[in-house]
């Protein structure tokens, strides 16, 4: 169970960490254009050897992603303070030209797992600059918003995040959704858990739930200039989904071609994410208004898609 992860980061650094704890690869090799970072977090985690299972962690180059069975792309540029995701797509498309040959050329067989931001700008990117499957190539998409939506709710009903099932979907960013009429507490629909609930907001608080939720980075951002623990271990998340063939049901970003009507983007919807990648998409009903928002977010990827020069790509 070989994990390779390009981009010693933040975010990829922080990967590492949460794989080595929860013990789920043999092997993990760390690629990086700044090799002395990569040296210095490989230290750092193999310092830690004797508390955790046994793996192998080194840095390393192209060459010693081959035979990976799951490559985690975080490299690339970081939102600076009052920066959208969209506004790192150039710098991000030119890092990514210069990395996803180099890993089709040695890891062929891999499942693609993306990180970068614009995250279902550079998911898609990496499908047009690459011959890799569809389904091999899975965007981190909104299972990190999903997990800060599900620690909101969790906070405000008083119940525990995991007995709480529900999904942002759409971009990772600005025109996220989120799929109310799907959620569920406990196996019951949030308006009928709401309308037992002792606070008695009336639903009222909702809207202030999925504000926080999509606007979480900013504010984290903001505070200590990036956010890296929860998207480590959500990527973890997926990996372990895919070495353990778990066929997990999960928010992540993936090519549309007609799936809910939508084609031409990658954004997240629920999918099925197992050994193969991504085996299935589920056939949501959602509202009409969450249709429609979906379907917006869709455009808003879809227009940045029409800009990103042809030259870039
Ligand atoms: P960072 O600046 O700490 O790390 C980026 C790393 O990429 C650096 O170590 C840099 O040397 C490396 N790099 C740059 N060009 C490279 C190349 N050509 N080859 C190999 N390595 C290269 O940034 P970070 O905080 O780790 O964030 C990384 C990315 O992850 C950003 O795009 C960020 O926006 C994104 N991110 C995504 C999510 C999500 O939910 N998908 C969450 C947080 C951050």
Redo the contacts with the bound molecule.
Sequence with gaps: MKVAI?????????CAYAMMIKGVASDIVL????KE??EGEIKDLNHGASFVRHVDITAGTYEDCAGADVIVV??????KPGET?LD?VNR?VK??K??IPELERVAPEAILL??????DI?TYVTLKISNYPKERVI???????SSRFRYLLSEHYSIDARNIHAYILGE?GDSEIPAWSIANVGGMSVADFCSQCVKNCGGLEREKIFHSTKNA?YEIIRAK????Y??GL??VEIVQAILRDENSVMPVSCLLEGHLGISGVCLSVLAVVGRNGITNMLDLHLSDEEMAGLKKSADVLRKVIDEISVDTI
Excluded: C, E
């Design positions: 390009i981009g010693a980061g933040m975010v990829g650094a922080t690629v990086d254009i700044n970072k990569a975080t490299a690339g540029a970081a939102q995701r790192l991000n890092i990514f210069s990395i993306i990180a970068s931001n614009p995250v550079m965007g981190s998409g909104t299972l990190l918003d990772h980075a200039g990036s956010t890296y929860a998207i959500a990527l």
